[in-house]
């Protein structure tokens, strides 16, 4: 399953959100909020994995597998793509307009991808891992 490591990349991706901060202040609450989905997120995927230790909740978590799957899949994808993003923030030739343009991409890929925002994209995949965790105790 390796729940902890895409609980470890989602933290990793909350972390890089952090650079726009400083150089795009207008979009720093919604960046707070996007970090804020990741760690949930992080979370609700190590709560699955310290589940899937206990073989008591083997049977649970058998049950949610598929959807667990599905959920965790397009969650890597979805954070490989906005390390591609982030990969544009390095090197000499990066100045402030480069993190606005950057993030102003990034939010015009995802929108083009699904008519979501990241935002909504990062809720939806929060509130499916919420709801698996919640299945997965019972």
């Given at each position: 399953m390796a729940l902890r490591?895409?609980?470890?990349?989602?933290?990793?991706?909350?972390?890089?959100?952090?650079?726009?901060r400083g150089?795009?202040?207008?979009?720093?609450?919604?960046v707070t909020s996007l970090i804020a989905d990741l760690y949930a997120i992080?979370?609700?995927?190590?709560?699955?994995?310290?589940?899937?230790?206990?073989?008591?909740?083997?049977l649970n978590l058998a049950r949610i597998q598929p959807d667990l799957s599905m959920v965790q899949a397009s969650l890597k994808y979805?954070?490989?793509?906005?390390v591609n993003f982030f990969g544009r923030l390095s090197g000499p030739a990066v100045v402030p307009d480069t993190y606005k343009h950057t993030w102003l991409s990034l939010s015009r890929f995802f929108w083009d991808e699904s008519r979501f925002t990241l935002a909504t994209?990062?809720?939806?995949?929060k509130a499916m891992l919420r709801e698996l965790s919640e299945m997965a105790k019972e």
């Amino acid at each position: 399953m390796a729940l902890r490591t895409s609980a470890e990349n989602a933290e990793d991706v909350a972390a890089g959100f952090t650079m726009f901060r400083g150089p795009v202040p207008e979009i720093s609450s919604e960046v707070t909020s996007l970090i804020a989905d990741l760690y949930a997120i992080s979370s609700s995927l190590s709560i699955l994995d310290d589940l899937g230790k206990d073989y008591r909740r083997q049977l649970n978590l058998a049950r949610i597998q598929p959807d667990l799957s599905m959920v965790q899949a397009s969650l890597k994808y979805t954070l490989e793509d906005i390390v591609n993003f982030f990969g544009r923030l390095s090197g000499p030739a990066v100045v402030p307009d480069t993190y606005k343009h950057t993030w102003l991409s990034l939010s015009r890929f995802f929108w083009d991808e699904s008519r979501f925002t990241l935002a909504t994209r990062l809720a939806k995949y929060k509130a499916m891992l919420r709801e698996l965790s919640e299945m997965a105790k019972e």
